[in-house]
């Protein structure tokens, strides 16, 4: 008898739509799920391994040869 039936948890949501309006509600539900989506994704990245990057995402970026006006901006080693 103490735990609540399908039919208290629909008024209980009806009653908090009422309360809050839908837009709030289903927002605060939209930042709910977010939290767990990130809290579970935190604690995924947790458990994998520390790896070191390869050499190729290692490898810094190249310098542009062109700026935005089309100029160059030095020659190009081959």
Same mark, same amino acid.
């Given at each position: 008898?103490? &735990?609540?039936?399908? &039919?208290?948890?629909? !008024?209980?949501?009806?009653?908090? !739509?009422?309360?809050?309006?839908?837009? +709030? #509600?289903?927002?605060?539900?939209? %930042?709910?799920?977010?939290? $767990?989506?990130?809290?579970?994704?935190?604690?995924?990245?947790?458990?994998?391994?520390? +790896? /070191?990057?390869?050499? !190729? %995402?290692?490898?810094?970026?190249? /310098?542009?040869? #062109? %700026?935005? %006006?089309?100029?160059? $901006? +030095?020659? +190009?080693? $081959?």
């Amino acid at each position: 008898m103490g &735990t609540f039936g399908l &039919t208290h948890w629909l !008024i209980l949501g009806v009653v908090l !739509i009422l309360a809050f309006g839908g837009g +709030r #509600f289903s927002s605060m539900m939209g %930042d709910v799920a977010k939290g $767990i989506k990130s809290f579970k994704k935190g604690m995924a990245e947790d458990d994998e391994p520390h +790896r /070191e990057p390869s050499r !190729i %995402d290692a490898k810094a970026a190249a /310098e542009p040869v #062109f %700026d935005r %006006d089309g100029n160059r $901006i +030095r020659d +190009r080693e $081959i």
